[in-house]
């Protein structure tokens, strides 16, 4: 499943652009929006259908490999490919449930570590005597905005170039389930 055939289009095809948020918004984005553990359950969940459908499929090829058996002639060379080809096309559905699912676990990891990478906003806390808050205020104030500056510069940069290279990129090349194949209308029913 290598061909642009076999993936969807990027979901999201312009990447956000953080220059605009705050610290502060940036942090509610990441530790309130962004959940590592639900992503890790929907990745889960992929995996259950992956094993499901392979299981359904791989059930009914045995079963119906061995009533061939019991066939001949143009009923069964007619039945055989068919069949193959039905299967095949669930195990191709059981392949892109699980790599759906490798998508979503790397999604979580990555969703974790970004989480980790992006410390909270501090604010400035100034001193309880206002007399000492207006003899050191403004050096300690300067320190602190610059140090926030700083990290504001991290965030924006953690999202930029963490966030949109995994967790939106991630949607760049999402497996395509295959289409079912139109009906045969030459003929070949009564």
Do not use: K
Not at 24 to 35: A, F, G, I, N, S
Not at 88 to 103: D, I, K, S, T
Request: charged share 25%; net charge negative; glycine share 6%.
């Amino acid at each position: 499943m290598t061909d642009a055939s076999h993936v969807d289009p990027p979901f999201v095809a312009d990447r956000e652009v953080y220059g605009s948020y705050s610290h502060r918004q940036l942090w509610e984005l990441v530790h309130e929006t962004l959940d590592p553990a639900a992503l890790g359950e929907a990745a889960a969940a992929w995996q259950q259908q992956a094993d499901a459908v392979a299981a359904a499929f791989r059930t009914f090829a045995e079963a119906t490999h061995a009533e061939f058996e019991h066939w001949s002639g143009r009923a069964r060379a007619a039945a055989e490919p068919a069949t193959a080809a039905f299967v095949e096309r669930g195990a191709a559905a059981a392949e892109v449930c699980a790599r759906l699912r490798q998508l979503l676990e790397a999604d979580a990891e990555a969703a974790q570590s970004i989480r980790d990478a992006l410390p909270a906003p501090r604010a400035y806390v100034p001193l309880p005597d206002p007399v000492a808050e207006v003899v050191h205020g403004g050096a300690r104030r300067m320190t602190h905005d610059v140090a926030a500056a700083a990290a504001l510069a991290d965030a924006r940069d953690i999202m930029t170039f963490r966030y949109n290279s995994t967790l939106v990129a991630s949607g760049d090349r999402v497996p395509r389930f295959v289409p079912a194949p139109r009906p045969d209308s030459g003929g070949g029913h009564p």
